[in-house]
């Protein structure tokens, strides 16, 4: 990368394999069950974390798509009113948004611009969707969230210790 004000040249550090993109709000009640998760992960042991790389937002932009690139498998981690249970971890496929704007995006979408902007197909991305309740704003974690939590922080601690597709994609619930 060049920095135009000064003409020097940087170097940009390759990307880490594995991407873990939480979303969401800790100002919302359990719409902060991703970012939580997140700092969970970012305070793993050094030598889990050597392949890992961790990115969080309020919500999925379109912008989200470059950080796709060069990775060996995509996590992105959110609340969900709509989990039947604690946790549910699927394998996404690319897809068009059926909304009117890229003002918040869902990881298939996100997916699709990857695909439709660099003309290849994306890394295998799995979603992982922790259960909540309550959104308010200024609310507390409600009970049901602090288990998805302790759950998902469980299941994320198995697919960090090995991280290859057949292994997570072994590990689908849903």
């Not at 793993?44 to 890992?52: D, G, I, M």
Request: hydrophobic residues 45%; proline residues 5%.
């Amino acid at each position: 990368m060049i920095d135009f004000l000064t003409q020097k040249t940087y170097s940009m550090s390759p990307n880490k394999p594995i991407l873990i993109l939480a979303y969401g709000n800790l100002s919302r009640g359990d719409d902060a069950l991703a970012p939580l998760l997140l700092e969970y992960v970012e305070n793993l042991p050094e030598a889990l974390l050597e392949k890992v790389e961790c990115l969080t937002d309020f919500q999925l932009q379109i912008e989200h798509a470059l950080d796709l690139q060069n990775r060996e498998l995509v996590l992105f981690a959110d609340a969900s009113l709509a989990n039947q249970q604690l946790i549910e971890f699927k394998q996404l496929k690319p897809a068009h948004d059926n909304s009117y704007t890229t003002h918040a995006m869902n990881p298939v979408s996100v997916m699709q611009v990857y695909q439709d902007t660099l003309k290849a197909a994306p890394p295998p991305c799995f979603l992982l969707t922790l259960q909540g309740v309550e959104f308010e704003l200024g609310a507390n974690l409600s009970e049901i969230a602090e288990r998805s939590l302790q759950q998902a922080i469980a299941f994320v601690d198995v697919l960090l210790q090995k991280t290859v597709l057949e292994f997570w994609q072994q590990q689908l619930i849903s």
